[in-house]
């Protein structure tokens, strides 16, 4: 635990980078200087940047920041810092598309599934070329594969999850699974690495560990040890990028990265909503929401009998000014949801009670509930470095107690309030959870999710809801995907097993001088990059 300038930055760190699927109960750093302020300084910022239409030019030198590298291969690599700046030079398979959170083709021309689910058969484009002139091929993703395999502690395990083998066949790669596996396009979003160059030569004591070759829109030009990283354009699949070079410069922890884009030495930085009013910056920002699978939600003690009572589960879930939650406490940073499935994602199914704020709603549901005044005392257990969540936990005392329910809030340090969830030791909960770019529902929502390594906190156990989560991670084709997720979605609203609140957004921030179509999303800030232009300032004559 650090302090930095009056404020506590708390890090719990087993975190999702890239395409892994490793879910984390959340923990926001302190931030004490929130303003309402600020959401109408966001919107005009938004709303200015939409307006201006600029006509791109090319030139100019993207300045931005990282991590000191052991190595700059990014299946070796375990820094996610370092993770986000070799995006800029490697290329995956698959790419998450902005909009609606579905994994699409990039380095892939077509690919099919096996009639029983159980194989892949990815076929590569022809077009593609590493920055040292050869083609990308199926054996590079294979080798990719193997260099995944043979390192436990790269970024991009879980492209191996469920996967018994892979192959290559002239330009297509095949992949089995040890059974059908829904969610297998999204681990195929890994970095592809180039056999040619890497064979035998993947040691971080090599000296082409710090010297890559990548297929994307930016080639490493140089590197000064624990002082810079220099990236120039290149042309590549995606076209030729109007910025000519990125400068990233290395910095020892977040803190640095802050102070440097207050102080104007970096372009961009990518926060938390949190560090939002950590941020003392004086020239004009230019402000990008991203679409995270961070899930804020209450959740109820299924082990004490009087919230097994689904009117009770209602009547809360109407109690919940989610709007106000987002807009006052949140700055608008968020998509209010009831389910586990982000709203913007295609998998989500908006034809459901959504459980929006009701008093009256409320008040009906708790009169079906006859529950008698002394069933009526309840306690929310909130994690008290997290300043928004506690504010959250005490407006939704207020609420309840609107309505007639007397509740508690009960403030605790994260080691203890974890311990207590472990524990059974709460009525009511507020927490959130990263799903990252895979939910893990499986162990949020499923029985089996109550035990060791489970973040089923909420002890939730229905045979029902085992089912559709069983069949929505075996579908096949992506239609009966679709309709497994809607069937679980239904049955997640009839039943409440827990009261989403919303997802909450990071910030992708540029300075005054970074114009572009930005469409940064959660598996990349630079997403887009080659539509981003730096603005030349034009000299008097």
């Not at 190595?71 to 909009?99: A, Q």
């Not at 009639?115 to 920055?131: A, K, Q």
């Not at 070759?213 to 699949?237: C, H, M, P, Q, W």
């Not at 991203?290 to 009770?312: A, M, P, Q, R, V």
Request: hydrophobic share 35%.
């Amino acid at each position: 635990m650090k302090i930095y300038k009056g404020f506590l930055i708390i890090f719990i760190f087993f975190i999702l980078v890239g395409c892994q699927n490793k879910n984390k109960l959340v923990e926001q750093p302190i931030n004490e200087n929130n303003s309402i302020d600020k959401t109408e300084e966001i919107n005009m910022e938004q709303t200015a940047e939409n307006i201006k239409t600029k006509t791109p030019v090319e030139g100019g030198e993207l300045i931005l920041s990282m991590r000191m590298p052991k190595t700059l291969n990014p299946l070796i690599n375990e820094d996610v810092t370092v993770d986000s700046i070799l995006k800029l030079i490697f290329e995956p398979l698959f790419i998450i598309d902005s909009e609606t959170l579905k994994p699409i083709p990039n380095l892939v021309s077509s690919y099919s599934i096996s009639e029983d689910g159980m194989s892949v058969y990815i076929n590569m484009r022809d077009d593609i070329y590493w920055h040292d002139g050869t083609q990308v091929t199926a054996k590079d993703v294979v080798f990719s594969l193997d260099t995944i395999k043979a390192t436990p502690t790269s970024l991009y395990t879980n492209a191996l999850n469920k996967v018994s083998s892979y192959s290559s066949k002239g330009n297509q790669v095949i992949i089995n699974y040890t059974e059908p596996y829904s969610f297998f396009i999204y681990n195929l979003c890994f970095p592809i690495i180039p056999s040619s160059y890497y064979k035998n030569n993947l040691d971080i004591e090599n000296s082409k560990s710090l010297k890559p070759v990548g297929s994307g829109s930016f080639k490493y030009s140089s590197y000064r040890l624990a002082n810079e990283l220099i990236l120039e354009k290149t042309t590549s699949f995606k076209g030729t990028p109007y910025i000519n070079s990125i400068k990233v410069i290395i910095t020892p922890d977040n803190e640095t990265d802050l102070y440097a884009f207050e102080k104007n030495v970096i372009n961009s930085i990518t926060i938390d909503f949190s560090n939002w009013g950590n941020l003392n910056y004086k020239r004009e920002k230019i402000s990008t929401g991203i679409t995270s699978n961070n899930f804020e939600y209450l959740g109820f003690n299924f082990e004490k009998d009087i919230f097994k009572n689904i009117e009770l589960r209602k009547a809360i879930a109407y109690a919940i000014p989610k709007d106000e939650i987002i807009k006052n406490i949140y700055l608008n940073n968020g998509q209010k949801t009831i389910t586990p499935i982000n709203p913007k994602s295609f998998l989500a199914y908006s034809e459901i009670e959504s459980y929006d704020y009701s008093i009256q709603k409320s008040i009906e549901a708790l009169g079906k509930a006859n529950l008698t005044k002394e069933m009526t005392n309840f306690n929310i257990l909130v994690n008290e470095e997290n300043n928004e969540r506690v504010e959250t936990a005490e407006l939704i005392q207020k609420r309840l107690s609107q309505i007639g329910l007397n509740t508690t809030v009960v403030k605790k340090t994260f080691e203890e309030y974890k311990k207590d969830l472990e524990s059974g030791n709460f009525d009511m909960f507020l927490a959130g959870i990263d799903f990252g770019i895979i939910p893990n529902l499986q162990s949020f929502l499923m029985s089996s999710g109550t035990g060791q390594d489970g973040i089923n906190y909420q002890n939730f156990k229905d045979e029902r809801m085992d089912f559709l989560l069983g069949n929505m991670y075996k579908s096949i084709s992506e239609e009966a995907f679709i309709k497994s997720a809607i069937d679980m979605q239904q049955y997640f609203a009839e039943q409440l097993p827990v009261v989403g609140i919303f997802f909450k957004d990071q910030i992708l921030l540029t300075d005054y001088t970074v114009k572009g179509d930005k469409k940064p999303n959660i598996y990349n800030q630079f997403n887009n990059i080659e539509k981003w232009y730096i603005e030349q300032e034009v000299e008097d004559d």
